[in-house]
């Protein structure tokens, strides 16, 4: 079993940044795909960002595209997303989701995620 755990969350107005932070342990991290979904409120989870095992690969939702970026310290078994020029339509609930897929490409796909996170908040005021 896989146990990931969120961190910064917080408020920050439009157009500030945040990074947030999710570790994950049970596993070896190298191991494991990382991804980053988000819920709003009234909405569905949707993906926002992924990378692959070792960090080479990642891709972005559109949405997102230019201002969040995702990356992994697999030294330090912690996955982050930076988030740039934020927009109040940000607000959701941040999970961290880790997968332990090995074919290729799975990191990409939604389903593979089996192993969440609690959640953090992200507030963007206007």
């Known amino acids: 079993q896989v146990h990931v755990v969120e961190s910064g969350g917080g408020l920050v107005q439009a157009g500030g940044s945040l990074r947030v932070s999710c570790a994950a342990s049970?596993?070896?991290?190298?191991?494991?795909?990382m991804a980053w979904f988000r819920q709003a409120p009234g909405k569905e989870r949707e993906f926002v960002a992924a990378v692959s095992r070792s960090g080479s690969r990642r891709d972005h939702a559109d949405s997102v595209k230019g201002r969040f970026t995702i990356s992994r310290d697999n030294a330090k078994n912690t996955v982050y997303l930076q988030m740039n020029s934020l927009k109040p339509e940000d607000t959701a609930v941040y999970y961290c989701?880790?997968?332990?897929?090995?074919?290729?490409?799975?990191?990409?796909?939604?389903?593979?995620?089996?192993?969440w996170g609690q959640g953090t908040q992200v507030t963007v005021s206007a």
């Open positions: 989701a880790a997968s332990s897929c090995s074919g290729y490409g799975c990191y990409l796909r939604p389903r593979e995620y089996d192993n």
């Open positions: 049970g596993r070896t991290f190298s191991s494991l795909s």
